[in-house]
């Protein structure tokens, strides 16, 4: 069991105090910062992209990209359903799971994004990597999408999105746990993340997957871990439940909260997704000064320009539909098994193949390999990661 109020768990022994000394609020935003700071490092050098990995899996090439995305899923889910399982985090109370969710939001919401992905040629999270690294194509998509987040939140497209997750919704606890649905159990959940694990270890040996490609992916994957722990921690000791949710990364709602906030309310008290979107910034730009990657982009061309803002709509509008980007579902909510966040990330693969066969390959298929799409060059495998 997680540890009570009076007891402290073994990773947070030293940590209670700190927090206490700080407020909840600055600690909850110090921890945003850091993780993210980790995540946006990790992500940068190991290149990880859902994109990416919808599209090399779609079309039977082999460069990497699908092993690095399912090191940080394998890795994030067999992390966290172990925490739970040593008693360390409590994520019963995350609104993954004990809140009503909508399956039409998750399908819809997810196929909407998995679509946005495509055209701007990255999910939420990887365009924020890219901006850091001076991709202004990524800059401009990334402020359309947060803008679009917000306004589905509570803006002009609220009641779009209201009505939408009216059609088919699922009551919070069991409905939603698909641990509990299924009856595999905390072992069968173990199990699971061992296998993908254990799958694409094999996989990056037969690739050659250089080591910042699958070490940075663990890392990408232990940081979703460490944010469901650190927020579990805080919460758990009670100084304000309503102010510290239990969660885990995730880029569609925080991206809304960090544009209104400086836009709007710059003086309402910090919080963990308020740390979150700078720290992954800040990684992702330190990654790429160290490693000599620092580069201004533009558009191509007024056609780049509107797949990249029609992208971005798309996936601002379905990752508040959904209730998770490609991380805050693919990731975060799948590695503690809520069945809207596969769901999500299920309609994010299929709509991304779709919209990646239909709209890039035929337009490619007569000039360009079937690894052009991908952005890196693949012919050498052991090329695809820079080292």
């Known amino acids: 069991m997680f540890a009570t109020p009076g007891q402290t768990p073994i ?6 105090n700190l927090i206490e000394s700080l407020g909840q609020a600055k600690a909850l935003a110090l921890g945003g910062v850091l993780i993210g700071f980790v995540f946006g490092f990790f992500a940068q050098r190991s290149r990880f992209c859902l994109r990416s990995a919808t599209i090399e899996f779609s079309r039977g090439v082999h460069g990497g990209k699908l092993t690095v995305w399912l090191f940080a899923f394998a890795t994030a889910l067999l992390a966290t359903q172990a925490l739970i399982a040593l008693g360390q985090a409590d994520v019963s109370t995350a609104r993954q799971l004990a809140a009503r969710g909508s399956l039409s939001g998750a399908a819809i919401g997810g196929a909407l994004f998995g679509v946005g992905m495509i055209l701007a040629r990255g999910c939420s999270s990887r365009l924020l990597v890219l901006a850091a690294q001076g991709n202004l194509r990524s800059v401009l998509s990334g402020l359309v999408f ?9 803006g002009v497209l609220a009641p779009w999105r209201e009505q939408i997750s009216a059609w088919w919704t699922v009551e ?3 409905a939603r746990d698909l641990i509990a649905l299924t009856g595999i159990g905390r072992a069968g959940a173990l199990i699971f993340g061992a296998v993908w694990l254990l799958a694409a270890v094999r996989w990056a040996w037969h690739q050659r997957v250089p080591v910042w490609g699958w ?28 102010a510290a949710p239990v969660q ?19 003086d309402k008290a910090p919080t963990f997704d308020l740390g979150l979107v700078p720290g992954v910034f800040l990684g992702s730009f330190v990654a790429a000064a160290l490693f000599g990657e620092l580069k201004l982009e533009g558009f191509t061309g007024g056609a780049s320009m509107r797949r990249y803002l029609v992208g971005a709509v798309l996936m601002g ?17 799948a590695a503690v098994f809520t069945i809207t966040s596969w769901v999500t990330l299920s309609a994010m693969w299929a709509a991304a193949t779709l919209t990646d066969h239909y709209l890039d390959r035929r337009a490619e298929r007569a000039t360009e390999s079937p690894a052009a799409a991908l952005d890196q060059p693949v012919p050498v495998l052991s090329r695809s990661f820079p080292r």
């Open 172 to 174: 919070g606890g069991p």
């Open 317 to 333: 509008f379905g990752g508040m539909l959904a209730g998770g980007c490609a991380v805050g579902a693919g990731l975060s909510g």
């Open 11 to 16: 990773p947070g022994m030293h940590m209670e």
């Open 215 to 242: 070490a940075g992916a663990v890392m990408v994957g232990l940081a979703i871990t460490a944010a469901w722990w650190f927020t579990a921690f805080v919460a758990m000791l009670g100084l304000d439940a309503q």
């Open 248 to 266: 885990s990364l995730s880029f569609t709602g925080p991206s809304a909260e960090v544009l209104t906030r400086v836009l709007f309310a710059p």
């Open 146 to 154: 947060a803008v679009t987040a917000q306004a589905a939140w509570s």
